[in-house]
């Protein structure tokens, strides 16, 4: 069984830039959660979505972000324009019911905006 | 405000010893208790969780954990470490909204 995929895993780019992340969730699971992590520091989460619903978007930070997961398969986050605070590793992670469940989560991107 | 303390940033042990990893939480009510880890280059992976019943949980690769209540806490133990176990070790409360609460994480080092 194919786990939670993550592109890219690495990406340099300069304030001002778009970035599109993308992950694809492991097959048949509804809810796909975006969480951050800044070096250090703990991991904060972003959005939660049951197949193509945005269940919770709290964690968000700015209208900066966008993030979609159309016809409830994979989803991107955008980031546009990207400010120098928004580098650090991206994970996805994705379960069959909520999160109080298990997590299965992708290796992450790992975002530099110089 | 919902709140997990992981105090200690890094901590060596050498291979064999037993290992003991301190997470502290801040929650009203029962909370829900993880441990994940990451190892370099992988994702985050499940060690174990908590619901409620029997304060000492196993987990997977010979951890457990025991939830204290009057000490707010959850510690990862494992009795004697393997260099493989070098990693990033996470601890986690879910909150009444049913998302995770997550600590700043412990990198374990180990000495050969």
């Known amino acids: 069984e194919a786990g939670v995929t993550q592109f890219p895993s690495h990406s340099v780019i300069e304030k001002g830039q778009t970035v599109t992340l993308r992950c694809d969730p492991i097959?048949?699971?509804?809810?796909l959660y975006w969480y951050r992590r800044v070096m250090g520091k703990e991991i904060k989460f972003l959005l939660h979505?049951?197949?193509?619903?945005?269940?919770?978007e709290s964690g968000m930070p700015n209208n900066r972000f966008l993030a979609e997961r159309t016809g409830g398969t994979y989803s991107t986050l955008k980031v546009q324009p990207a400010e120098l605070e928004d580098s650090g590793v991206y994970f996805c992670?994705?379960?069959?019911?909520?999160?109080?469940?298990?997590?299965?989560f992708g290796s992450g991107t790992q975002l530099s905006v110089l | 405000a919902q709140s997990v303390t992981q105090p200690d940033i890094h901590i060596t042990v050498s291979e064999g010893a037993s290992l003991e990893l301190r997470c502290n939480y801040s929650y009203g009510a029962t909370p829900y208790l993880f441990w994940y880890v990451q190892s370099p280059g992988q994702g985050l992976q499940l060690l174990l969780k908590?619901?409620?019943?029997d304060t000492l949980v196993q987990g997977i690769k010979g951890f457990e954990a025991e939830f204290k209540r009057s000490q707010s806490s959850f510690n990862l133990r494992k009795p004697s470490v393997h260099w493989s176990d070098a990693a990033e070790y996470f601890c986690a409360v879910g909150d009444s909204n049913y998302q995770l609460i997550w600590g700043a994480g412990t990198k374990l080092i180990i000495k050969p």
């Open positions: 097959s048949g699971h509804d809810n």
């Open positions: 992670a994705s379960s069959l019911r909520w999160a109080n469940e298990k997590l299965f």
């Open positions: 908590y619901f409620s019943g």
């Open positions: 979505f049951v197949k193509e619903s945005k269940q919770d």
